[in-house]
């Protein structure tokens, strides 16, 4: 199980919102059955490289059909495969007990 | 205010483990006062730019106190002007109403 | 035709060197018959953007393949659809023209 | 010395050309003396760190001071401290060696 973080960026909109872009790419996870949560800078996603990869296309592609024009879409993928980290939260608990005092 | 994602990614540790250097780098965010959250793809924190890009230098350097040799550190920043957004957790509200039901 | 911006850190690998790991890389590249660029900070390719995220999984795969336990991969897209800007180099063009006195 | 990669892209602008942005913060990198060059996913810069970060600081700033409500900014920064890689372009030379036949 890898973690990606997806950020969506439409250009062009001619408004400074995002949140129906955003909520329109949440659509696309909700199907996916991928666990996955929306936080202030992106959405964090858990699951096997090969469907992230696919669900981030899905995800890209969603904000096209929203009549946008150009869209840049920034990705980070965090995959470790010496540990099972299969859940999101568990990766923050480590760093977070080391600073507790 | 705007909002700093930051992700300080040491290079060539000899171990796969990262959970002591992100501890580092967040006694620094403690210090500075600025409201932040570790969440499992990075650090968000929020905050004048000026401010943040100076935080965002110092937990660079921070992790290179540390023995590191090479660092890779990305950060994305979103910054609204037109609307005041200052807390975090707020922006995430409106996209994820939208997909309720 | 969209623009990627790949660029794929191993982690805990005891060495500083990257070299090694982005000509594995570039390999997949090569074979994959899309236009690609190495520049000092990731590696530009285009291509259909379904091309793009493939190409990138299995960049991010060949990776591992030498050994490595974690990954850091950041991936940027450009996509912009009302206009053909299908060559490295191409989109450079105009913003140099307007600071060149 | 350390490299950075930064993207800045303006938000709610109407239309999908951002040349004449990249253009007004590549006026600031001229005029801060750092090597720069410009490539079609970014612009890469290279400098001592602490100056990085401050021109990273003005070169958003000036993106707003062309009317822009808001902006997404990306900054890749890759800081090696045990070899010197002081000039753009001596990082791709040893990777394109390795795949040369």
Redesign the interface.
């Known amino acids: 199980m890898a ?1 990606m ?1 997806i ?1 969506i ?12 872009y ?2 329109e790419t ?2 696309i996870l ?1 199907i996916s059955g991928l666990e996955f ?6 959405t ?1 996603v858990t699951g096997e ?2 469907d992230l ?2 669900v ?2 899905e995800m ?2 969603a904000t ?1 059909s929203m009549g946008v ?15 099972t980290v299969s859940s ?5 608990h ?3 007990e ?2 507790k005092n």
Chains 1, 2, 3, 4 share one sequence.
């Not at 949560?37 to 992106?42: F, P, S, T, V």
């Not at 024009?69 to 540990?83: E, G, L, N, P």
């Open positions: 973690f973080e950020s960026v439409p250009i062009g909109t001619g408004g400074t919102s995002l949140s129906g955003v909520a949440l659509k909700k949560e929306l936080h202030d800078m992106g964090t490289p090969a990869f696919r981030a296309n890209h592609n096209f024009m150009r869209i840049y879409t920034v990705i980070k993928i965090d995959d470790r495969r010496d540990k999101l939260g568990h990766k923050t480590s760093a977070l080391k600073i």
